[in-house]
């Protein structure tokens, strides 16, 4: 069964009473994410991320371009990044300017031509605990249809502007579930306080599938 509530009552269930006092416990997607990857919240960073996308992406249902955004910007930050442990995007506005979508064969329309549309994302990086975490901003808004990356929650121990790159984090035991996990975790376009909950669920999930198979259903 799936439980909905308000924004001041996702606050008031963030919130307990014992002998009249009330105490407050105040739950980020950073520390769920520091939480879920077993790394302490100084090596999880968020960016804010403007892309540029083609017809077709301008065009796909948000979770469809959530899922293409997070395989674009990963597949960025493997060459941008050191000791990178997952990927994730918690927001996503759209701009689609002149695009149309109205048209049924532009939907299904691949193209590598950008278009007047663009997309801001919000992106949560996790590094490795224990490994140099270092993130090139500025080759990373060299890569093909990043217009800016914005530092958001950038803790002193990521490194922003290193003279190298080292090689990227070939994972332990944990890396053969990673991609399908990390997927797992972030179930759809996150904000605000749903963002919160979104995100405490997500990393639940992820935990639960490392000690028994879960099967989620399409919706």
């Known amino acids: 069964m799936l439980l909905q509530s308000t924004p001041e009552q996702a606050l008031q ?12 416990f105040k739950t980020t997607p950073i520390s769920m994410m520091a939480k879920a990857f077993d790394v302490p919240e100084d090596r999880v960073a968020t960016f804010r991320v403007s892309m540029q996308l083609t017809s077709a992406e301008a ?26 442990r997952t990927v994730q995007i918690t927001s996503l506005s759209v701009d689609r ?10 939907r299904g329309r691949r193209s590598s031509s950008y278009s007047e549309a663009a997309a801001e994302v919000t992106l949560l990086v996790v590094f490795v605990e224990g490994s140099s975490s270092v993130i090139s901003l500025d080759k990373l808004q060299t890569m093909p249809g ?24 070939d ?30 669920g997500g ?17």
Request: some cysteine; hydrophobic content about 40%.
């Open 13 to 24: 269930d963030g919130e307990s009473s014992v002998g009249g006092d009330v105490f407050e």
């Open 59 to 84: 065009c796909m249902p948000a979770t469809e371009l959530q899922t293409t955004a997070r395989a674009t910007l990963e597949d960025y930050l493997s060459t941008t990044a050191s000791a990178l």
């Open 97 to 106: 300017g002149a695009v149309q979508c109205a048209r049924r064969g532009l």
């Open 146 to 169: 990043i217009h800016a990356v914005e530092p958001l929650t950038l803790s002193p121990k990521i490194d922003t502007a290193p003279d190298s790159i080292a090689d990227p984090y």
């Open 171 to 200: 994972g332990s035991s944990d890396s053969s579930d990673g991609s399908s996990s990390n997927t797992a975790l972030i179930g759809g376009i996150a904000g605000g306080v749903g963002g919160v909950l979104l995100l405490a």
């Open 203 to 219: 990393a639940m999930l992820w935990m639960r599938s490392r000690a028994e198979p879960v099967m989620v259903d399409a919706v």
